[in-house]
C-alpha cells in the first residue's frame, strides 16, 4: 500500500521515483505497489490482513485487489 502522493506530485522532478537520500537510489525501484491512492484506507487493510477479498473496495486502475492468505 502507498498513497504516492509524493512519487508522482507535479513538483517531483522525477516523475514516479522517489529518494530518500541526495545521491541515493530510487526506493520505488521493483516495487510492487498493490493498493494506491483513495484505495488506501483503514477498512481495505484490515480487509488484507482478514484475508478477506470480498470486503475489499477498490476504484483505482491503478490498484490491485490482494489479500493475504494466512491463517
Given at each position: 500500500m502507498a498513497y504516492n502522493d509524493v512519487a508522482w506530485h507535479e513538483e517531483n522532478p522525477f516523475p514516479g521515483k522517489l529518494f530518500n537520500q541526495q545521491n541515493g537510489d530510487d526506493v520505488y525501484q521493483n516495487c510492487d505497489i498493490h493498493y494506491q491512492g483513495e484505495d488506501v484506507t483503514k477498512a481495505n487493510?484490515?480487509?488484507i490482513m482478514?484475508?478477506?477479498l470480498d470486503k475489499v473496495n477498490i476504484t483505482n486502475p491503478n490498484s490491485t485487489a490482494r489479500v493475504l492468505?494466512?491463517?
Open positions: 487493510f484490515q480487509a482478514e484475508g478477506n492468505k494466512t491463517d
